[in-house]
């Protein structure tokens, strides 16, 4: 023996996940507090060894392309490691799919948003067809009878893989496909055509350059009508048994989100179901897109969340010139400082989950205060959690830059949910479209944001409402950061412990916030590290 392991943090399993103080006094201030047991559950799951060994077999062993079988058959399929399987069953038995919809207990969009932030810290990628799944009621509400024939099984707690008729089948899961190779986020430039059938039906012939978890039993689709562009539900499998000619040519070799897979497509005369108004695809599809885009928000506070626990955990157990690390007081204000983003992007993840939530019940209130707050969220925290990502693998050293950490993983992951419906640009001019169009909707912003009584909430909606007046095109991601910040900053005084939201206020509100994590000034860094448990 050359030398002893010694001064090495621990494994960070053992511990549940869902030990959120923010999170849990969020998920019952919005409604869903009958779920905290189940979130717990959940969570004690996913910090065990054996959820933590699923999330990294799923990346080690990505998904393979099986165009066709042994005897030269066409069968578009895709395989999978297990671990994959295992991941989508506990998402699926859980309801972090569709089972919101069925649920008449109010709090149920909560709940579900709360485990799906808690389960993506075990693994993003299949987050991907979990959240489609949900998102794709929305859009097949505008067709009853065909939401009626899917929407049981798309909610069913039972995850049931596998290319089967719809009627063989005890759960189904649901995609969307909507980018050509000329169009990317103009989707109006698209051409895959759509023909119009005897039996009601429609032949869709065309392409789709990003077409993600194809394994999905039925994917929502845009193509152009003889009325115009439209949206349309195609299976996978038909009635009779035979694949519908839905071809995979192959899987994009990507950045990060590894375990799921993302193909190119071509319809060669594919069986698809109209779904809504033919010429009223945009407006029909983006019901689906707006709940996803939700989910990018999740998506991105849970990786803040993941990463910024794993530093901690990391610098509690590491020590260096005589002290733990997280004893030093450089590193101590990166920490804190980390902790300030996440647990603003958890509370703003959580209002806009209450908000889908009494929107979807009827509140129009809250429908006009999640669509201005929704575009500026997905503007902001998800062009801030690659930065926020970068720097807790930084706080891990060398070691976060090898994989074994999980921290690479996690930093492959961060630009994604950024460009998922709609990259940053996109969300900032939706944001301005908002403005422009539903000025209600702006209205019930700046309501809610003044709930706080504070003056430096009350001098920063003053400077908001006067950029508005002046605000053009080339604004729209200065006004997105400003009424992101703005709203981050009310709920925190109003929802947070005093050090958080002081600290959270003097470097993001009353200022311009510098670009680089750990220059917070006179905060109380220990009560801001102090909010995050301590484990192992």
């Not at 996690?410 to 419906?421: A, Q």
Request: aromatic share 6%.
């Amino acid at each position: 023996m050359t030398h002893e392991v010694i001064n090495q943090p621990p494994p960070y399993v053992g511990h549940d996940i869902s030990a959120d103080p923010t999170l849990l006094s969020s998920l019952d201030r919005e409604g869903a507090g009958w779920a905290a047991g189940e979130l717990r559950q959940l969570g004690v799951l996913g910090g065990s060894e054996r959820a933590q060994e699923w999330g990294r077999l799923a990346n080690e062993y990505p998904p393979v392309l099986r165009t066709h079988d042994r005897y030269g058959n066409r069968i578009d399929e895709v395989e999978f490691h297990p671990a994959w399987h295992e991941l989508m069953a506990v998402a699926v038995e859980n309801g972090l799919h569709a089972a919101p919809w069925t649920s008449a207990r109010p709090g149920a969009h909560v709940a579900r948003a709360a485990k799906f932030f808690v389960w993506s810290q075990v693994e993003a990628g299949h987050g991907c067809p979990i959240s489609m799944t949900y998102a794709s009621v929305a859009a097949l509400r505008h067709s009853p009878e065909l939401c009626a024939s899917w929407e049981p099984l798309l909610a069913s707690r039972t995850y049931d893989s596998g290319l089967r008729p719809m009627s063989e089948k005890r759960g189904v899961l649901a995609g969307m496909a909507m980018t050509e190779k000329q169009g990317g986020s103009d989707v109006r430039a698209g051409t895959t055509v759509a023909e119009p059938l005897d039996d009601g039906t429609y032949a869709l012939t065309g392409h789709k350059w990003f077409n993600s978890a194809p394994m999905c039993d039925a994917f929502l689709v845009l193509a152009q009508a003889p009325g115009g562009l439209s949206c349309f539900l195609l299976p996978r499998v038909l009635p009779d048994g035979s694949l519908n000619t839905m071809r995979l040519m192959r899987l994009k070799d990507k950045l990060g989100n590894r375990s799921n897979a993302s193909a190119e497509v071509e319809y060669s005369r594919a069986i698809a179901h109209l779904v809504g108004e033919e010429g009223r695809g945009v407006r029909t599809i983006i019901e689906m897109v707006n709940m996803t885009r939700l989910d990018c928000v999740i998506g991105s506070a849970a990786g803040m969340r993941l990463g910024v626990t794993r530093a901690v955990h990391h610098t509690r157990h590491r020590h260096a010139f005589g002290r733990a690390l997280v004893d030093q007081p450089l590193m101590r204000n990166v920490l804190a400082d980390l902790i300030l983003e996440s647990e603003a992007a958890t509370l703003l993840m959580t209002r806009l989950a209450g908000a889908t939530d009494r929107a979807v019940a009827g509140s129009a209130p809250e429908g006009l205060f999640r669509r201005t707050a929704l575009a500026a969220a997905k503007y902001w925290i998800c062009k801030r959690a690659p930065g926020h990502a970068a720097e807790a693998l930084e706080c891990l050293g060398g070691n976060g830059y090898v994989e074994e950490s999980g921290m690479p993983r996690l930093f492959r992951e961060s630009p994604l949910n950024g460009i998922w419906e709609g990259s940053g640009n996109v969300a900032a001019l939706d944001l301005m479209r908002v403005l422009t169009r539903q000025p209600e909707s702006v209205e019930a912003f700046f309501a809610e944001v003044s709930l706080a009584d504070d003056p430096r909430v009350t001098t920063a909606v003053a400077d908001t409402q006067k950029t508005l007046t002046t605000a053009t095109e080339s604004d729209a991601r200065h006004l997105a950061q400003q009424m992101a910040l703005l709203l981050q900053a009310s709920l925190l005084i109003r929802h947070a412990p005093a050090p958080l939201a002081d600290a959270f206020c003097a470097s993001r509100l009353t200022g311009n916030h510098p670009g680089a994590y750990g220059t917070l000034q006179n905060a109380d860094v220990t009560a801001i590290i102090d909010h995050i448990p301590h484990h192992g």
